[in-house]
C-alpha cells in the first residue's frame, strides 16, 4: 500500500467515524443535512489540503464575525451574502408561479418592530436625501388585489447608512404600512443611493483578498405579506445605476429594476404641493400562494 493510498485511507476513517456518530439523530432531515454538511465540509477540506495555520484563521474569521454580530448588525448574515449562499438559498426555494415578484436576499438590517406608518404617510422621518414617493399595488398571481397585505419597508439615507447604524437609535428610512382594499400601497420615504455594505470587519476582509468591492446599487428593502401566500423579501434596484452589474451580495433581478422620475417641485400624486427637488417609483408586487395553507 502506497503511503498516499494509506493517507486517503486515514482521512476517511476520520468522516466515516464522524457520519456514524450522526446516525442516532432522531429527526431524519437534521441527520440528513448534518451528514451532507460533514461530507462537504470534510471533502472541501481535503480537496485544498487544508493546513491546520488555514483553519486557526478560519476559526478567528468565523470568531470576529461572532463578536461583531448584535441585534444591529448581522456579520453572518452578511458573510452568506456575499458568498451567493443567501442568493442561492432564495434560488432553491423560489416559488413554481412564474408571474410573482422575484425574491432576492434579506439583508442584515431588518427591523422586527418597525414603526407603522399610515398609507400615504412619510417613513423617512428625517432620514437624510431627496424625497420619493413610491407607490403600487399588492396582488395575487391571478390579478385579484391583495387588501390590507402588509408591507415592511427600509432603506438607507443619502450617506449610505440605514437607521440602525447609527449611534443614537434613531428609527428614520423604515416603516410598516397595510394596503388599502384594492391592494394599493403609497409612502414617502427618500430616494436609495447606491452604498457599501460594512467592510470594516471580517467580510470586508474577505472582499479585499478576493479582489470585489463592497458597494451595492442603490436600492429599498419589502417584505411582503398577506393571509394564503406565500411572504414576499424582494428589493427594489434604481435604473441605471453604475453597481447593478457588480453587487456585492448577487441580489440584482432585472425584473426590480425600477425607472424613477424626476422632479422640481410641484403637486405631488397624494397632492401636495413640493418645494425642492423631489422622486417618485411605481412598482406593483405579486405574491405567490402558499402551498401549505
Known amino acids: 500500500m502506497t503511503a498516499e493510498h494509506e493517507r486517503a485511507e486515514r482521512e476517511q476513517a476520520v468522516t466515516d467515524e464522524v457520519l456514524s456518530g450522526l446516525e442516532g439523530a432522531a429527526d431524519p432531515r437534521v441527520r440528513e443535512v448534518l451528514q451532507s454538511l460533514v461530507r462537504h465540509l470534510h471533502s472541501f477540506a481535503r480537496e485544498v489540503r487544508l493546513s491546520e495555520r488555514e483553519w486557526e484563521t478560519a476559526i478567528a474569521f468565523l470568531t470576529r464575525a461572532g463578536h461583531l454580530t448584535d441585534d444591529r448588525r448581522q456579520e453572518f448574515i452578511l458573510l452568506s451574502d456575499v458568498l451567493g449562499l443567501s442568493m442561492l438559498t432564495v434560488a432553491i426555494n423560489a416559488p413554481a408561479s412564474p408571474t410573482a415578484t422575484e425574491a432576492t436576499v434579506f439583508g442584515p438590517f431588518f427591523v422586527k418592530d418597525a414603526p407603522e406608518v399610515p398609507l400615504g404617510g412619510d417613513l423617512g422621518r428625517g432620514a437624510a436625501g431627496t424625497p420619493c414617493y413610491v ?7 391571478d390579478g385579484s388585489p391583495l387588501g390590507d397585505a402588509r408591507l415592511d419597508v427600509w432603506g438607507a439615507d443619502e450617506d449610505g447608512f440605514y437607521d440602525v447604524q447609527y449611534a443614537d437609535a434613531r428609527s428614520a428610512g423604515r416603516g410598516r404600512l397595510r394596503t388599502a382594499p384594492d391592494g394599493a400601497y403609497r409612502f414617502w420615504t427618500v430616494l436609495p443611493t447606491p452604498y457599501p455594505i ?7 476582509d474577505l472582499l479585499t483578498a478576493a479582489g470585489r468591492g463592497p458597494m451595492r446599487p442603490a436600492h429599498l428593502h419589502f417584505k411582503v405579506a398577506a393571509p394564503g401566500h406565500r411572504t414576499l423579501i424582494t428589493h427594489i434596484f434604481m435604473a441605471g445605476d453604475p453597481y447593478l452589474g457588480s453587487d456585492a451580495v448577487f441580489g440584482v433581478k432585472r425584473s426590480l429594476v425600477v425607472e424613477a422620475d424626476h422632479h422640481t417641485g410641484g403637486r405631488a400624486p397624494d397632492g401636495s404641493h413640493r418645494q425642492g427637488a423631489w422622486a417618485s417609483m411605481h412598482f406593483d408586487l405579486v405574491l405567490a400562494p402558499d402551498d401549505n395553507t
Do not use: E, N, Y
Not at 407607490?135 to 398571481?141: D, E, F, I, T
Not at 460594512?198 to 470586508?204: E, I, K, L, T
Open 135 to 141: 407607490s403600487g399595488q399588492v396582488r395575487a398571481v
Open 198 to 204: 460594512p467592510h470594516d470587519g471580517p467580510v470586508g
